[in-house]
């Protein structure tokens, strides 16, 4: 199943049309994800990985823990042929630790799990204890990642419609990329990647996010174990305070040769004298700038 779809459109320019052009969009199209035949979600993607997805979106939503958790993940093909390839059914090792009636009434979601920020938090720390990896990176390492992002995002060459999570080691070494029209599905897809390559927890590991960082993206990263998250773009008020509370690292910005450090800054080696220690986790975020001191921008 193709993840981009060619079209025909009029194109316009300066308030003339200029005639019929060729174009590219990225597919988005629905996926029914089942556990043990039961429906819990239905999520807008981009059709490709499905199988990673699901892994991804069941592990980020604490459906299960581990990869010992799955016993198989198939994919559903309707009666009628209409949706072909639009389900996946996944089994579990042990179907009777997973209460499947409460799963399809409410599955976890970190956006819905309490009133407040603070309820927020609390509720997914409960589930999931705070990160305490040692891992350390250098700051030319994280200011560097953006910059193999681009290469390695066919699809988003060609439509300019997907979002991007990358996975790279301590060194900046990229392990593997995913694209999809929905930020949050790029990155269950990479976390499902991981989880049946039997790599989670993801300790000692950064994601590159292309885009911005919610707190939604930041759970889902806890979740998957992997302490350091950076994004190219903004992070929200409740990213930083649940990446201070969850023990991870959290840059925003990071573009060119500066970026932003808003929380766990300590994993983050800097330049002598610079900031980069506890004290740069704080309230306020730390700006690391190699070059011009000018607004940043979104």
Known sequence: MSDTRPIRLLRFAEGRSVGEKKDVLAVEEPLEIRVEGRSIAVVMRTPGHDRELAAGFLLSEGVIKSAKDLFDITTCVAVTG???????????????????????????????????????????????????????????????????????????QTTGGLHACAL?????????????????????????????????PLRGHVALLSGRASFEMMQK?????????????????????????SGQTLAGFVRGRSMNLYAGAARVKTPAGRAGGPKAAGTRPTSIRKGSSGRRRA
């Open 82 to 156: 209409a949706g072909k390839g639009n389900a996946v059914d996944v089994a579990l090792a042990r179907p009777g630790a997973v209460d499947l009636e409460k799963l399809t009434r409410h599955v976890f979601t970190s956006s819905s799990c309490g009133i407040c920020s603070q309820t927020s938090i609390a509720a997914v720390l409960r589930v999931r204890k705070r990160l305490t990896d040692p891992v350390r990176i250098d700051a030319a390492t994280l200011l560097a990642l953006p910059a193999q992002l681009a290469p390695e995002q066919a699809a988003f």
């Open 168 to 200: 790279f080691d301590r060194t900046g070494k990229l392990l593997a990329l995913r694209e999809d029209v929905g930020r949050h599905n790029a990155l269950d897809k990479l976390i499902g990647w991981a989880l049946l390559e039997k790599r989670t």
């Open 221 to 245: 990263a806890h979740a998957a174990g992997i302490p350091v998250v950076a994004a190219i773009s903004a992070p929200s008020s409740l990213a930083v305070e649940f990446a201070r509370a």
